[in-house]
């Protein structure tokens, strides 16, 4: 009689253990070589504005965002200038099926505030980090982290 109330409790203990943890790894960060050598530009600006859309698909709520930057430099890309304005999309997502989610990626992580000066890692008709799909020429945020905080701007100390 012992024994399977010993089997009982270990199941239980096992099922109580996966659902606490978490049920699906996130893509991991790349690191700032990683970010400079997948991007096809890189400028450092201010977000003047972002512009959402969400929608359900299948089990997950997905948020698309294109962020209004004005850019202040360019340190990588041709066809960009300072002064001129670039529109960054990149996407987050939640899930709402039922049960645990699995495996993927919520998106992007360290989204910016309109406002807020930002160094951004773009992808135009290029791998960005998450697929290749992008071939309409516009500008996708690289990787899940390809927002990063700009260098000083002129005149800031660090």
């Given at each position: 009689?012992?024994?399977?109330?010993?089997l009982?409790l270990?199941?239980g203990?096992s099922?109580?253990?996966?659902?606490l943890c978490p049920?699906?790894?996130?893509?991991?960060?790349?690191?700032p070589?990683?970010?400079?050598e997948?991007?096809?530009h890189?400028?450092?600006?201010?977000?003047?504005a972002?512009?959402?859309r969400t929608?359900?698909?299948g089990?997950w709520?997905?948020?698309?965002r294109?962020?209004?930057?004005?850019?202040?430099?360019v340190?990588k890309?041709?066809?960009?200038?300072p002064?001129?304005l670039?529109y960054a999309?990149?996407w987050?997502?939640?899930?709402?099926?039922?049960?645990?989610?699995p495996?993927?990626?919520?998106?992007?992580?360290g989204?910016p505030?309109e406002?807020?000066?930002?160094?951004?890692?773009?992808?135009?008709?290029?791998?960005d980090g998450?697929?290749?799909?992008n071939?309409d020429?516009?500008?996708?945020v690289?990787g899940?982290?390809?927002?990063a905080?700009?260098?000083?701007?002129?005149g800031?100390?660090?």
């Amino acid at each position: 009689m012992r024994r399977p109330l010993t089997l009982l409790l270990l199941a239980g203990l096992s099922a109580l253990a996966l659902a606490l943890c978490p049920a699906a790894p996130e893509k991991p960060d790349l690191d700032p070589a990683q970010l400079r050598e997948l991007a096809t530009h890189v400028v450092t600006g201010e977000v003047r504005a972002i512009y959402e859309r969400t929608e359900a698909e299948g089990s997950w709520q997905v948020t698309r965002r294109v962020a209004e930057l004005a850019v202040e430099s360019v340190e990588k890309g041709e066809g960009i200038e300072p002064g001129s304005l670039v529109y960054a999309r990149y996407w987050t997502r939640r899930w709402t099926g039922w049960g645990a989610m699995p495996p993927s990626t919520g998106g992007h992580r360290g989204l910016p505030d309109e406002g807020q000066r930002v160094r951004v890692h773009l992808a135009r008709d290029a791998y960005d980090g998450f697929t290749d799909e992008n071939r309409d020429g516009g500008y996708n945020v690289i990787g899940a982290n390809g927002f990063a905080p700009p260098p000083p701007a002129p005149g800031e100390g660090r």
